[in-house]
């Protein structure tokens, strides 16, 4: 299957700060998505982005197809954007999933 | 409103008991999924299904069991043959395979 590294595992940042996170993964994919679970377990979908960038709010994200990687941008963090993000791709017909970014976000 | 609903939010289960979790969505997907997840990592698909009376393993299969009689529901099954249920059990829907794929809130399965 293919394979999906998700870096950095874990992010500290003060309120109002920017971060970006990154996801590479090993083969061609056909869909790739972003999603934010919060500390309840709810999975969110913040981008459902195979190729180019797409924004919404405070976040963006890039997934640049031909180099196999995408990043998510987080501006102007907030302690709400605390929780995990994770990368998913799709290759054969199901959702391969990174181990996740652990973000914090401090007041 | 449209969404996925899995039932229970808490479940507990017995030793050698089947326990069997709900999912059931109304915004007319034709694919449906069963992940897994454990305390840090990340989701791992157990059976997905593409269309009504069809579905397939996914990476971790063993000691479950699923049915999609009807579009709109999903149920799991896990049976006294998975050793280590406990976990965190997410449903998802996509309206075909390789588009967006939409979550449930999720079943927290423990053992007795």
Same mark, same amino acid.
């Given at each position: 299957g293919i394979q999906v590294e998700q870096s950095p595992p874990d992010l500290i940042l003060q309120?109002?700060?920017?971060? @970006?996170? #990154?996801?590479?993964?090993?083969? &061609?994919?056909?869909? =790739?998505?972003?999603?934010?679970?919060?500390?309840w377990g709810q999975l969110i979908n913040l981008f459902y982005i195979p &190729?180019? /960038?797409?924004?919404?709010? #405070? =976040?963006?994200? @890039? /997934?640049?197809? /031909?180099? #196999? +990687? &995408?990043l998510l941008y987080i501006s102007s963090s907030q302690t709400t954007d605390s929780g995990v993000y994770f990368c998913a791709v799709e290759g054969d +017909?199901?959702?391969?999933?990174?181990?996740g970014t652990t973000v914090t976000v401090r007041a | 409103d449209g969404g996925i609903t899995q039932s229970p939010k808490y479940l507990f289960r017995k030793e050698g008991q089947n326990v069997t979790l709900s999912c059931e969505q109304n915004l007319n997907h034709d694919a449906m999924y069963w992940y897994r997840q454990d305390p %840090?990592? %990340? $989701?791992? $698909?157990?059976?997905?299904?593409?269309i009504v009376n069809d579905?397939?393993?996914g990476d971790i299969a063993e000691g479950y069991s699923v049915s999609r009689e009807k579009k709109e529901s999903f149920p799991l099954t896990v049976t006294s043959a998975q050793k280590n249920p406990t976990a965190f059990y997410l449903c998802a829907s996509s309206m075909q395979v390789n588009q967006p794929q939409h979550f449930g809130d999720g079943t927290r399965l423990s053992i007795l």
């Open positions: 309120e109002g700060a920017n971060s @970006t996170l #990154r996801c590479n993964f090993s083969d &061609s994919v056909n869909n =790739l998505q972003w999603f934010h679970q919060n500390p &190729s180019g /960038t797409k924004q919404n709010g #405070r =976040l963006s994200a @890039t /997934t640049v197809a /031909t180099e #196999r +990687y &995408s +017909y199901k959702l391969s999933f990174g181990a | %840090g990592q %990340g $989701l791992r $698909l157990i059976y997905y299904s593409q579905f397939q393993k």
